[in-house]
Structure formats: structure tokens, C-alpha cells
């Protein structure tokens, strides 16, 4: 997720399909509820505090788990600018995470800063590299930030090898050029190769956002796999105002499913609580965004959560992750990792947190 970018692309307002909206029975269980809370130990360090559904202040991760979910996700850059979201802080976050009983998932971006389907940065320290040292520097940098984890107990349960990556990462020697996939799937091949040295019951995923269409991801997912690619885990994100209607997204994840023979899951989805924004920083998703007619109020925000839910179940899905629940408008917490103190947040009309820190009440993951 690179909000920034996302904020460029077209808004379309969409109908959901009924047969999605309520089955009567589920085809499937949600055994992976999660959540990326990536952003929540900079706010911790900054004083938030959270509530429950009742006002209560309590542990943001017992909220959390209140509401249902049981696995977390963290992305992880090399060397960004804040020092958050770093080796250090994953490896401390991830200590929370798992004293709390969570499962983990850990997000590598290959970069600096964010990684999405329309930006790419490898760090700077491998900046002008060939394919054959990036291909060595994912390998080494996938095994010792893993490495590091199992060390201190925390051993990842998934990671995914880049974020978003419709057409590559690494930017230009790792981006897919003419529909040659070679030099992606190699780099792909080293971090699937490191994360299973490291432990081989670590799960890898392949992380798109091509949700959109069963074209795209057929393109995709088709192109690493005549190379040889291995993954255990098709990961997509779904966000109803950029990749179509909740048909579509049914149709999609059940085509993925049955053609690479994999579990499938949500990587990252969000609606918004509000039209409202709480700072100087522009919403990424403003309020009038809005799909299936559903309103930008806690209930609607609710509402559609519970039937991307309903519609991945129903389609043979094994999760699906909230993107950011937790980030709220938290002053010095900001979205430019290179200006931490200095931006706002886009997301504060996203989070499933209002703006004092108080839980949507009516949102759950539910299996």
C-alpha cells in the first residue's frame, strides 16, 4: 500500500451483488484474521491510547483480539529515514505481537520507503547494483531479518517476498519489461530460498494488487510461474474504489485459487468510518469514495468489511487482512517516513479506531 499514489487513481462507486452480502452458510472459514498495525508502535511511543467498544481504555492489541483478529502483519523497510518500521522495530513489535499469542506476518518492501504497484525504490544502499547482487541482497537480507526473528522467538509465521508487485520490485533491474518475468523471478527464487533456510514452516507470499481482473492476475501469476517461481500463499489486496465490484472480486480469487492450486488471501482491505478529515493532511480515500451505496459511517464501514469477508469466504479465501487499523491521528506519527513529524495522516478516516483512539463497535473479523 502506497497511499500517496492511490490517491491518483479513479474513483467508482459500485452495487454488490446480494448472493455476496449474506449467505446463509459460510463455503469456507476464515482461519487468517488480520490485521497490519505497522504503524501502531510509533503511535504508542507518542502517548495514543486506545478504547474499547464501550470507552474503556485497554490494550490496543486486546482490542484487537477482542474483535477477532489472530494474525498481525508488519512491513519492514531497510534503512528509512524515521527509524520506524526498521530491523530494530520490527524485531520489537513483533516481541509484542507474539507475547500476545498472534501470528505474524512480515512485509518486505525491498526499499526504503513505501513499496507499491506504482513505486518500486530499491534502498539506497542497493541502489546501483546488478541483478546478480540484488538477487545475493535478497537472499542475505531476507535470512538475517528472519534469522534475527527466530532468534528472539519470534519466528514468522509468513512473509512476503515484496509488496504489491504488479509488475516487479527493485526498480528498473527487478521491474517486468515486455512481459519478460526472468529477472523478477530470480530475486523471487532468493527470498523463498532464504525464508525457508531460515525456517522451513514459514509460509511465503505473493503479494499483488491485481484483484482487479482475472486477467491481470493470470498475467502475473502465470509469468513467475513459467519461470519456476515457488510460493505457498496467493496474496491480494482489495480496495472496493480502485479493483471493482465484490463479484469481481469473487471471481478473481476463485480463478486463482483453482488454477495455481494455492491458499488465497486478502492482504489488505480498508473502508472509510467518516468523510471527515482530523488533520492537515489530505485523506487518501475521501469520504465520498464510497461503494456498494454504502455510507462512510462506523456502520457502513462495518458493513463492508463484513461482506469483503462474506465474499472471500464464500470464494474459497483462507483470510483477509485490515490494512492499518490502529493508525489514528496521532501528531509526529505521519505518512512520509522521510517527514515523520512534519505529515499528517491519510488514513485517519480509514482506521477502525476514531480520532480519540475509541474501537468501531460494530466491526469484527469473524471466521
Not at 507470499?205 to 519456476?228: K, M, V
Request: proline fraction near 5%; include cysteine; charged fraction near 15%.
Amino acid at each position: 500500500m502506497k497511499p500517496s499514489l492511490r490517491a491518483l487513481a479513479a474513483v467508482v462507486v459500485l452495487a454488490a451483488p446480494l448472493a455476496l452480502t449474506a449467505p446463509a452458510q459460510a463455503a469456507n472459514t476464515l482461519t487468517m484474521r488480520g490485521a497490519d498495525v505497522s504503524s501502531l508502535q510509533r503511535s504508542l511511543d507518542l502517548g495514543a491510547r486506545y478504547y474499547d467498544g464501550a470507552g474503556a481504555q485497554a490494550n490496543p492489541y486486546d482490542i484487537l483480539a477482542s474483535k477477532g483478529v489472530n494474525y498481525l502483519r508488519l512491513r519492514i523497510w531497510n534503512n528509512p529515514t524515521s527509524g520506524y518500521n526498521n530491523k530494530a522495530k520490527v524485531l520489537q513489535q513483533a516481541r509484542a505481537i507474539k507475547a500476545k499469542g498472534f501470528k505474524l506476518l512480515i512485509d518486505f518492501h525491498y526499499s526504503d520507503t513505501w513499496a507499491d504497484p506504482g513505486k518500486q525504490y530499491p534502498p539506497a544502499a542497493w541502489a546501483n547494483h546488478s541483478l546478480s547482487q540484488l538477487q545475493s541482497d535478497v537472499y542475505n537480507y531476507t535470512y538475517e531479518v528472519c534469522t534475527a526473528l527466530k532468534a528472539q522467538g519470534t519466528t514468522p509465521d509468513a512473509v512476503q517476498i515484496g509488496n504489491e508487485i504488479n509488475v516487479g520490485m527493485l526498480w528498473p533491474t527487478g521491474q517486468v519489461v515486455n512481459n519478460d518475468f526472468a529477472p523478477l523471478a530470480s530475486l523471487l527464487k532468493q527470498g523463498y530460498r532464504a525464508t525457508k533456510a531460515c525456517n522451513g514452516g514459514t509460509q511465503v507470499w505473493i503479494h499483488t494488487a491485481n484483484a482487479d481482473s482475472n486477467a491481470n492476475a493470470r498475467w502475473f501469476y502465470d509469468g513467475i510461474r513459467a519461470q519456476g517461481v515457488t510460493w505457498d500463499v496467493t496474496a491480494l489486496s482489495y480496495y472496493c474504489m480502485w479493483h471493482g465490484t465484490l463479484a469481481n472480486l469473487y471471481n478473481v480469487i476463485a480463478d486463482v485459487k483453482s488454477r495455481y492450486g494455492r491458499s488465497v488471501v486478502i492482504a489488505e482491505t480498508a473502508y472509510p468510518f467518516t468523510t471527515a478529515d482530523a488533520d492537515h493532511q489530505p485523506n487518501v480515500i475521501p469520504g465520498t469514495a464510497r461503494c456498494d451505496n454504502i455510507p462512510a459511517t462506523w456502520a457502513g464501514q462495518a458493513q463492508q468489511f463484513s461482506w469483503v469477508q462474506n465474499t472471500a469466504r464464500n470464494a474459497g479465501a483462507v483470510g483477509v487482512f485490515y490494512w492499518e487499523p490502529t493508525w489514528y491521528a496521532i501528531r509526529g506519527n505521519g505518512w512520509d517516513p522521510a517527514d515523520i513529524n512534519g505529515t499528517g495522516n491519510g488514513w485517519d478516516n480509514m482506521a477502525v479506531f476514531d480520532w480519540s483512539g475509541r474501537v468501531n463497535p460494530h466491526l469484527y473479523w469473524t471466521p
